[in-house]
């Protein structure tokens, strides 16, 4: 079992920036690929980013590219996003998950994780 605890939202004006963390608890963090995923008020959940479990691979959704930077450190247990630029489209609910498979390109279409965080809010002021 993994519990995972986010952290790092809040209120930011457009254009600048937050780093989001997400703390694992539980064994071998380093065999899950984790995953930032956001839903905004009346939107379904949508994929941002993603990590290997070696941090060696990284997906983005096109929307966050260039802004966005997913890394992890697995002797803290912990996956990171730093968000540059924000939009106010970014505002959101950030949620972290991980999994055992590293989904690669089909991170945006996948169903189903195997654990997810319960999520901090992110509002981007324009």
């Known amino acids: 079992q993994v519990q995972l605890v986010e952290s790092g939202g809040g209120l930011v004006q457009a254009g600048g920036s937050l780093r989001l963390s997400c703390a694992a608890s539980g064994r071998s963090f380093s065999t899950y690929a984790m995953g930032w995923f956001r839903q905004a008020p009346g939107k379904e959940r949508e994929f941002v980013s993603a990590?290997?479990?070696?941090?060696?691979?990284?997906y983005y959704a096109d929307s966050v590219k260039g802004r966005f930077t997913i890394s992890r450190d697995n002797a803290r247990n912990t996956v990171y996003l730093q968000m540059n630029s924000l939009k106010p489209e970014d505002m959101a609910v950030y949620y972290c998950?991980?999994?055992?498979?590293?989904?690669?390109?089909?991170?945006?279409?996948?169903?189903?994780?195997?654990?997810w965080g319960e999520g901090t809010l992110v509002t981007v002021s324009s």
């Open positions: 990590i290997s479990w070696s941090g060696g691979s990284t």
């Open positions: 998950a991980a999994d055992r498979r590293d989904y690669g390109s089909n991170w945006p279409i996948v169903g189903h994780l195997d654990f």
